[in-house]
């Protein structure tokens, strides 16, 4: 038998991990993304990489945040 299933790609570093389901008691089947993945724009991170870019931006954040 063959099934679908989707994928998610990190777009930064290329793992690849399978999408989750479940069952939803009014729509029958559910589908998300894996567990601690993060969507940026139209970009879906890993957590490794979601990791790397929050702590950037936070220091990014904090950069500026001086300067003013």
Request: positive net charge; aromatic residues 12%; contains cysteine.
């Amino acid at each position: 038998m063959k099934v679908k299933r989707w994928v998610y790609i990190c777009d930064h570093c290329g793992k690849v991990e399978l999408e989750r389901t479940g069952l939803n008691a009014y729509n029958g089947r559910l589908s998300q993304r894996p567990y601690s993945w993060e969507k940026l724009g139209h970009e879906d991170l890993c957590p490794k990489c979601a990791a790397v870019y929050s702590r950037f931006k936070k220091e990014w954040e904090q950069e500026n945040d001086m300067d003013v």
